[in-house]
């Protein structure tokens, strides 16, 4: 009976000493901030400690930076230069000798019209504490456009075929909102070709917990070419609800 009654104090005390004790929560990081002129100082360096708010789980790094003693590593301009070459193919199409098809062979399947063009452009990419913004100028992926735009505004075809925006793309992100604002120069004025652009814009915000609201909208300009005498102005607009 006794050994009974021992072996249930043991497992009793062995099942408390197991329990778990969370340490996550609000905590107090006391730290000696190192002077700029420390390794002149003679020794011991009397500094006074100092405490910042901190995090569990988290990283003593992150607290420090996050309460400004430490500087943010992602924070500042960014300025890149980019260079590349645009290559597509449809599936299916082969440059088929003359002899053996004379309609299906074309000079557009040939491997040296394979590359379509070059991709030249300027990024600006300036992050802050609470949000970014990027710069895009010159020959770049239409991908770098995040607007939520619908096949009304561009079509599938359009962004296959045409999938370099040629002008400047500004988007501005903050951390509840995103907007951006792009010019697409997609015809120069020739004795057969019309001068054309776009002006296109996007918006979303998040209102509430559950609610975001936000646009889409361009300006598209159509004008004449040296055989065509016409100009029209297309202005297209459309407001979008999500939860």
């Known amino acids: 009976m006794k050994t009974v009654l021992l072996l249930s104090a043991v497992l009793a005390f062995m099942a408390q000493a197991a329990t778990s004790v969370s340490l996550n929560g609000e905590w107090r990081l006391d730290y000696f901030p190192q002077p700029d002129d420390g390794a002149l100082r003679e020794l011991p360096i009397k500094v006074p400690m100092e405490t910042v708010q901190a995090t569990v789980p988290g990283n003593c790094e992150l607290d420090l930076v996050k309460a400004g003693v430490l500087p943010q590593p992602e924070l500042g301009m960014n300025h890149k230069l980019m260079v590349g070459i645009d290559v597509m193919k449809d599936f299916g199409a082969s440059p088929i000798s003359r002899m053996l098809s004379p309609d299906e062979s074309s000079q557009d399947l040939t491997n040296k019209a394979l590359f379509r063009e070059m991709t030249l452009y300027y990024m600006l990419d300036n992050k802050t504490r609470d949000g970014s913004f990027e710069m895009y100028a010159g020959i770049f992926p239409r991908k770098a456009s995040e607007g939520g735009y619908s096949d009304v505004f561009f079509s599938d075809s359009l962004k296959f075929y045409d999938n370099n925006l040629e002008g400047v793309l500004l988007k501005l992100r903050r951390p509840k909102a995103y907007f951006e604002l792009g010019c697409d120069w997609m015809g120069q ?23 975001s609201l936000g646009y889409d909208g361009y300006m598209y300009h159509f004008a004449s070419s040296e055989q065509v005498v016409c100009r029209c102005l297309f202005r297209f607009c459309a407001e979008r609800c999500g939860f």
């Open 189 to 211: 004025y020739s004795r057969n070709n019309r001068e054309r652009f776009m002006v296109f814009s996007s918006g979303e915000g998040k209102v509430a917990p559950c609610l």
